[in-house]
């Protein structure tokens, strides 16, 4: 009975705790029915009753700036976008601004360490789909999405910090919209021998400094409203950060090339904007 008691305890207290956050989830997508089955797991593709993550409120930080390593590839610290192709984004006030299309990096990656602060817009607009919609493509195939989760509940697997159409955070640790977020990620590439698979890609992240994916198997490259099995790709792609309808802003963008020995660069496939 004291363990019963307990547990509604805290089920009472974490609700009471999402309803004192002012603007949290007001706005909804619920998502879809009869997509593919995910692999490994009991749901389809952007299950609309998939259980929600756990809201978890970030500590309060008066800046989130995380100071590049001495051996990092500094992507953008506000000024020019010379390590990115041609793209159409804007850099307005030393914040940098997606528009449409993709900023595609100049190098490409492997494993590697990844830091990325973003925000998104106050107040939110647009439809509850877009609200805040980026996201960062590992090797410009594999999503760790970016969203408003804060203001908009949407499918479990199209949250903040999910692997797009895969796997949710363990819990959401999003920030209000115009609050300056982060992602601390660390990326381990697939790796493919005569054309098979043998270890699949994995990540671990920390969103605003709170874990949400540990070790986490990516099941295939991200799709959207379908599941895609793996095929094979060079061991070293560009990264991809998306322009999905919504002005989403960035700022001190850095990277750790992880790999032990350089590999060939490949030529990025499989992103779409």
């Not at 990115?84 to 100049?106: E, M, P, Q, S, Y």
């Not at 969203?147 to 949250?159: L, M, N, P």
């Not at 999910?162 to 990326?187: H, M």
Request: hydrophobic content about 35%.
């Amino acid at each position: 009975m004291l363990k019963t008691l307990t547990l509604t305890s805290l089920l009472v207290a974490a609700g009471a705790a999402c309803a004192a956050e002012e603007g949290f989830h007001v706005y909804e997508y619920p998502g879809y029915v009869g997509l593919d089955r995910i692999p490994g797991t009991a749901y389809t593709v952007h299950q609309k009753d998939r259980p929600q993550a756990r809201r978890v409120i970030p500590g309060a930080v008066a800046d989130c700036r995380v100071a590049a390593p001495s051996d990092a590839e500094v992507l953008f610290d506000g000024g020019s976008l010379e390590r990115f192709r041609d793209n159409a984004w804007v850099v307005v006030d030393g914040v940098l601004r997606a528009t449409r299309g993709g900023l595609v990096t100049k190098n490409s990656y492997g494993d590697c360490q990844l830091h990325v602060e973003w925000r998104t817009p106050n107040p939110p607009s647009g439809s509850p789909a877009n609200m805040g919609n980026s996201g960062i493509f590992l090797m410009g195939l594999y999503e760790l999405q970016i969203y408003d989760s804060y203001s908009s509940k949407i499918y479990a697997d199209g949250s903040a910090a999910a692997i797009y159409g895969q796997t949710p955070p363990l819990v959401n640790a999003c920030r209000k919209p115009g609050e300056w977020q982060s992602y601390d990620v660390i990326f381990r590439a697939p790796v493919f021998r005569d054309g098979r698979l043998v270890e699949p890609a994995r990540i671990t992240v920390l969103h605003n400094g709170v874990l949400v994916h540990l070790d986490t198997e990516i099941l295939g490259p991200t799709t959207h409203r379908k599941f895609t099995p793996y095929r094979p790709h060079p061991a070293r792609l560009p990264i991809v950060f998306q322009a999905h309808k919504s002005p989403v802003e960035f700022r001190n963008i850095w990277v750790r090339d992880l790999d032990e020995a350089d590999g060939e660069a490949g030529e990025m496939s499989g992103y779409e904007a």
